[in-house]
């Protein structure tokens, strides 16, 4: 068993750190705040005192942090500390040019490198049944996929670097599109008189079937496990949807493709979320269409 540094042990960090202890790695873990630090130690993670001290010795580094310029600045830090020929995963959800300028860090101090951001939130960090969107050289994939897969329900090679970011934007680009798409068309069936149940039924077996309205239906009754039936209690808070439309409308303003659906869905999600309700599910869109 390997012994792995793990930087930044938030809501995703501190379960997926655990899964690791779970499988029998040494986890030296650091987090600025130190309820986090404390919360970690409790599930077996080895404490440090600072990032560099994490890393020391470690086969494999971890990181899980909120946005690009935390990342260049841990690993920036934690590179020059890090062990000639180990490797650094960076599982943070980031923009792509963030993401190969981590890569760039790596090679400059002689580690592998993954990009390998995640689906599946929190539940999945728990249960250890997250989606992994790698990217990354053969030979740095093959190094991370026993690393991952204690934390991982499938891992997807994507390409070369950046690639595992890439996939990450451009399927939440479909999912906050998709959500508001499913979301009219409940608000659109109450204004002509048919039940929601007689909408699923129809569109769950029919062309208009997808993730939205099958497994996080937006309206409470339907799927009983979705967000809707405890109050839009997240699952995936809409700020956190808000973010990655956002980056994927920068990625697809540097790369020049045209994503009109995307610009909307960004938009009506910083509507959403400047009305208050940042932390309620991204489902709880539907309030909002409906004017309330
Ligand atoms: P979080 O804010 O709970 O955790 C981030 C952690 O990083 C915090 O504990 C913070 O203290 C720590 N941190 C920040 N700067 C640091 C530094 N310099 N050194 C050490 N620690 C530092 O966020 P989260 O929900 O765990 O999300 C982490 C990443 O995963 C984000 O990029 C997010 O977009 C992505 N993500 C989140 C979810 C979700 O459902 N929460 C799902 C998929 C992807």
Redesign the pocket.
């Known amino acids: 068993m390997s012994t792995i540094g793990f930087?930044?042990?938030?809501?995703?960090?501190h379960p997926m750190a655990a899964n690791l202890v779970k499988a029998g790695h040494t986890v030296q873990g650091?987090?600025?705040?130190t309820a986090?630090l404390e919360t970690a130690g409790t599930n077996g993670v080895t404490v440090m005192a600072n990032?560099a001290a994490a890393v020391k010795g470690a086969d494999a580094v971890v990181t899980?942090?909120?946005?690009g310029k935390?990342v260049l600045?841990?690993h920036e830090d934690i590179a020059p500390a890090m062990k000639k020929g180990a490797l650094l995963i960076d599982?943070?959800?980031?923009d792509v040019g963030s993401a190969r300028a981590a890569h760039a860090i790596a090679a400059k101090h002689g580690l592998l490198s993954i990009d390998a951001?995640?689906?599946?939130?929190?539940g999945g960090a728990a249960a250890g049944t997250l989606t992994f969107m790698a990217g990354g050289s053969k030979e740095a994939f093959a190094a991370a996929e026993p690393v991952l897969d204690p934390m991982a329900g499938k891992v997807v090679h994507c390409g070369d670097a950046g690639n595992g970011q890439a996939a990450k934007i451009c399927n939440n680009m479909i999912l906050g599109i998709s959500m508001i798409g499913v979301g009219e068309a409940f608000v659109l069936a109450e204004k002509l008189g048919l039940s929601h149940q007689a909408l699923f039924d129809v569109a769950s077996t029919s062309s208009g079937q997808c993730w939205s309205l099958t497994t996080y239906c937006p309206v409470p009754g339907p799927v009983p496990t979705s967000p809707a039936n405890r109050d839009y209690a997240?699952g995936?808070?809409a700020a956190?949807m808000l973010?990655?439309l956002r980056l994927a409308q920068e990625a697809a303003q540097s790369s020049g493709a045209i994503t009109p659906l995307g610009a909307e869905a960004a938009q009506l999600y910083a509507l959403f979320e400047s009305a208050g309700n940042g932390g309620k599910d991204f489902s709880g869109i539907v309030n909002f269409l409906r004017g309330k």
Do not use: E, Y
């Open positions: 930087i930044g042990l938030g809501n995703m960090g650091f987090d600025l705040v986090n990032a899980m942090l909120p946005a935390h600045s841990v599982c943070s959800t980031i951001p995640v689906s599946g939130g929190v997240p995936f808070a956190l973010k990655d």
